[in-house]
């Protein structure tokens, strides 16, 4: 399996900062990778999709980049509203994988 | 609006089983491959199973197999997930998915359309 190490594991700033969370894969995913927000109690909500493309609907200040093992995404101006859990997501094959989570908090 | 309406979550003694439901609606149900994912309290998220839109292909984690069988009933527009064996270690939130597609080939891209999840607690 296609293992993700994503970092780091939690992370603090203040609002309107410029934040950055990474993620390797174990092998080349080429761009086969999500980025999902999780809020306690609540369903991942798809953020980025094959790397850098924004989900409809998710404002533009999330972004991806990346492919082949090494990704990151960011956010170019924390807002209150994204204190959350974020993931990377790898789907190159049947076998998905999740990184372990960055947990976002405002300083 | 596309919607996702997992059921059948519970408390249930370790070794029994149960079966998950995951109700579609305003899709296309036979044009997707369907996925089940799971978060453990407090952990992060885990792929457990796909299955393509006609319900011929099936693919598991290794951590469920031969424990969890994925299954769909088109017509009903529901997806299943019949748990056997359970353990204290199954207990987690058990969250429904849309895939990208068919899902017939080589992979199966998760979409943006989730469920809100049905949590399972493995207790005696």
């Known amino acids: 399996d296609i293992q993700m190490t994503q970092s780091p594991s939690s992370l603090s700033a203040f609002v309107g900062d410029r934040v950055t969370i990474t993620c390797q894969a174990s092998?080349?995913?080429?761009?086969?990778l999500n980025w999902y927000q999780q809020k306690p109690g609540k369903a991942p909500k798809l953020l980025i999709y094959d790397a850098s493309n924004l989900e409809t609907g998710v404002p533009s200040r999330f972004s991806g980049s990346g492919s082949g093992t090494h990704f990151s995404f960011t956010i170019s101006s924390l807002q209150p509203e994204d204190i959350a859990t974020y993931y990377c997501q790898q789907q190159v094959n049947l076998l998905i994988t999740f990184g372990q989570g960055t947990r976002l908090e405002i300083k | 609006q596309v919607q996702l309406v997992e059921s059948g979550g519970g408390v249930v003694q370790p070794g029994r089983s149960l079966r998950l439901s995951c109700t579609a609606s305003?899709?296309?149900?036979?044009?997707?491959?369907m996925h089940w994912v799971r978060q453990a309290p407090g952990k992060g998220l885990e792929w457990v199973a796909v299955?393509?839109?006609?319900?011929?292909?099936?693919y598991y984690a290794d951590s469920v197999k031969g424990r969890f069988t994925i299954s769909r009933d088109n017509s009903m527009k529901t997806l299943y997930l019949q748990i056997n064996s359970l353990r204290t270690d199954d207990t987690a939130v058990y969250y429904c998915?849309?895939?990208?597609?068919?899902?017939?080939?080589?992979?199966?891209?998760?979409?943006?359309?989730w469920g809100q999840g049905t949590l399972v607690a493995v207790s005696s």
């Open positions: 092998q080349d995913i080429d761009k086969y």
């Open positions: 998915a849309r895939g990208r597609g068919y899902c017939g080939g080589s992979s199966c891209p998760l979409e943006g359309y």
């Open positions: 305003d899709f296309s149900f036979t044009n997707h491959g």
């Open positions: 299955i393509s839109h006609d319900g011929s292909n099936k």
